[in-house]
């Protein structure tokens, strides 16, 4: 089943859809020739109905980031199981058409889909293909990428990715290990967090991450008053192991 939502009131950015309906396709389209996968989906996607997805919430604009920016929220875990991928990639671009040109700067809070294993995953190559045929402008436009609940997998994905990422990228990217660690991204006015709709299931998550590091930390200390028990080498020689923080997902 999709991630339910939370009951909190919507905010003025959250049900944005077809935003380019009221604009010239030839603008939007003007100078970005050179994108031509960019620009094939653009057109594909123009005129549809994407009501579906915009129920899910899987792609949504959310208000403003902590510089004022406009903020927005890919959630794959609550997409369906048969969702069309490449569908959600032509909403996502008509709802940041406007940051295709020079000067118009945003920033993204990407939920790492740990709470739904019945979602459509999204693959690296499909990452790596849609980052690909963004226009230049969109890609220098991104001031901050907030990837929320990292796990193994995105890490190493990281690194594959690495050499085709610009040192910029990586200025741009937090990880979040937890939710109230998004202040970076979001900024830490009172309600803010609150103020996004984040799915309940992801707070469910942070909860049990919590409660993983605090069984671990208290292994680690019992680890070492054992060890300590038995001589000092015990604990400084390595001779006991450390749980990992994070479950791999």
């Known amino acids: 089943m999709p991630v339910t939502w939370t009951d909190l009131p919507v905010t ?23 994108y031509a996968s960019y620009c094939r989906a653009f057109r594909d996607g123009v005129g549809k109905d ?6 899910l919430g899987c792609v949504r604009r959310a208000g403003s980031d902590r510089q004022g920016n406009p903020l927005y929220i890919i959630a794959p875990g609550s997409l369906l199981a048969d969702s069309d991928l490449a569908r959600v990639r032509r909403y996502a671009l008509q709802l940041l ?5 020079e000067g118009s ?29 963004l226009p230049r402008a969109l890609k220098r436009n991104l001031r901050m990428l907030g990837v929320v609940h990292p796990t193994n997998f995105v890490r190493s994905a990281l690194l594959v990715l690495s050499p085709f ?6 200025d741009k990217l937090n990880l979040v290990e937890r939710l109230d660690f998004a202040d970076a991204i ?37 680890g070492a008053m054992y060890h300590g028990g038995a001589g000092m080498g015990g604990v400084m020689g390595g001779a006991a192991s450390m749980p990992g923080s994070a479950p791999p997902r």
């Open 165 to 170: 990422l610009a040192d910029s990228f990586w």
């Open 105 to 133: 700067p945003f920033s993204v809070l990407f939920l790492q889909n740990n709470v739904n294993p019945e979602a459509r995953q999204v693959g690296l190559y499909f990452v790596y293909e849609t980052y690909r045929m």
């Open 50 to 55: 994407y009501s579906d997805l915009h129920q």
């Open 186 to 222: 979001i900024g830490g006015d009172p309600g803010r967090l609150e103020s996004l709709e984040i799915p309940l299931a992801y707070f469910d998550w942070d909860r049990e991450l919590e409660q993983r590091a605090s069984e671990d930390a208290d292994a680690l200390r019992s």
């Open 12 to 34: 003025p950015f959250s049900h944005a859809l077809d935003l380019t309906a009221t604009r010239s396709l030839e603008d939007e389209l003007a100078g970005l020739e050179e």
């Open 97 to 101: 058409a406007e940051h295709a040109r």
